[in-house]
């Protein structure tokens, strides 16, 4: 998934992978922001379509994206080595929320996001409260609530059974071949 990022005050185009465990800049890319010096580094990457890859270095330096501006550890590796100039991370993804959806990606920080809605350890011996004052607009505040209070479960129990089956037939299931 594609996203506008800027970099050093820089406007550039970045691809979001939560399979990263690393946010990734090609050193072209590097030299092009002018970003500060790089730190030595002995970090070895894999599943970028080569068995390994060495860091160059790297820097620290903060991300925009959908005005969220969030520190980051940028890994810089040679310019052939990944296509896209900077490949965002889990790492710079964790320090958020974000949903992916047919638009794209959408950041959210505790202020302008009504798309999430937590619930958790809901016991059945308390009666059921839900938090709901992070949602600004009252209409679907009101809707979230109808549809969490009407809410039926349906529920389900295992149990362990041990069984024996015997079968017990008053007709015959196999006979004696008969010879001509």
């Given amino acids: 998934m ?3 990022i800027k970099l050093e ?3 550039l185009t970045a691809l979001c992978d939560t399979g990263s465990q ?3 800049i090609n050193e072209k890319t590097h030299r092009r922001i002018g970003s500060s010096q790089l730190h030595p580094s002995q970090i070895m990457f894999s599943g970028i379509g080569r068995d390994t890859v060495k860091s160059i270095g790297y820097f620290q330096e903060s991300i925009e994206i959908q005005n969220n501006i969030l520190p980051v550890k940028i890994n810089v590796l040679k310019v052939d080595m990944i296509t896209p100039d900077v490949v965002i991370g889990i790492d ?4 958020t929320s974000f ?3 047919k638009d794209g990606i959408h950041l959210c920080n505790s202020n302008s996001c009504e ?4 619930f958790a350890n809901i ?3 308390e009666p059921f409260h839900i938090e709901l004052s992070h949602i600004l607009n009252p209409e679907i505040r009101k809707e979230v609530q109808n549809i969490v209070t009407s809410y039926k479960s349906h529920k389900a129990k295992d149990t362990e059974i041990k069984m024996t089956i015997l079968l017990h037939d008053e007709i015959l299931v196999a006979q004696r071949s008969r010879n001509y």
Avoid: P, R, W, Y
Avoid at 92 to 95: G, P, T
Avoid at 115 to 118: D, P
């Fill in 115 to 118: 798309i999430f809605v937590n």
């Fill in 92 to 95: 710079f993804l964790q320090q």
């Fill in 2 to 4: 594609h996203v506008n």
């Fill in 22 to 24: 690393a946010t990734l």
């Fill in 9 to 11: 005050g820089i406007q």
């Fill in 99 to 101: 949903t992916f959806d």
């Fill in 123 to 125: 016991s059945e011996d």
